[in-house]
């Protein structure tokens, strides 16, 4: 694992000429509890700035992608709400908070252009059953299990069947649910120091 003393990390907003890097970042790689989108989706998302990335860099060396998430309306998701989603930090660079500061980021701007709170919008997170990675970061945001266990036809959504299924055919995942009461409150303890 890397050295947090050798490395600077930064968060960011995708831009335009990330889409191919992020795309090859994000479904080149091994995991796969990660909802596959085409380079077409990953666009229109960046263009959207939606999309926050993580960049880790050392010493003389030029930024990389270490991670990336993004929240996405109801009006492009198949299941009608806003959703966390594409959320992936690579294995050499979990255990620095990475994680946490993407969805802090992408919250926020979820907050400020969606208006969630106002609207009374919750945000969900889906996470497939057998991925332990991301629950513990999520359960600290505030986010809280909603539904266990949920069976969702491989071809139901686009994207899917890559993923590991059960004996029934189906991918299961659980739900997880960030009340709009919620957003102040992770913001609040993300961005109060401690004394």
């Known amino acids: ?3 947090a003393s050798d490395r600077k990390f930064r968060i960011r907003v995708a831009k335009a000429s990330d889409a191919r890097l992020l795309h090859t970042f994000l479904f080149a790689r091994p995991d796969n509890h990660i909802r596959e989108l085409t380079i077409e989706d990953v666009s229109g998302m960046i263009r959207r700035r939606i999309v926050h990335i993580a960049e880790a860099s050392a010493a003389s060396q030029g930024w990389d992608i270490a991670g990336a998430c993004y929240i996405d309306g109801p009006e492009t998701r198949e299941l009608g709400q806003y959703e966390l989603g594409g959320a992936y930090v690579s294995p050499e660079y979990r255990g620095f908070g990475i ?4 969805a ?14 106002a609207n009374g919008e919750p ?10 990675w991301p629950r513990h970061t999520l359960e600290g945001l505030g986010f809280i299990l909603h539904a266990k266990d949920v069976a969702y036809a491989a071809d139901a959504i686009p994207g899917l069947g890559h993923m590991p299924r059960h004996e029934d055919g189906c991918i299961h995942a659980d739900t997880y649910l960030f009340p709009p009461e919620q957003f102040l409150v992770a913001i609040q303890d993300d961005v109060t120091p401690e004394t």
């Open 104 to 117: 802090t980021s992408a919250i926020v701007n979820h907050l400020v252009k969606d208006h969630p709170i």
């Open 1 to 3: 694992m890397a050295e």
């Open 123 to 132: 945000l969900i997170a889906h996470v497939h059953d057998k991925n332990a």
């Open 99 to 102: 994680f946490r500061a993407l």
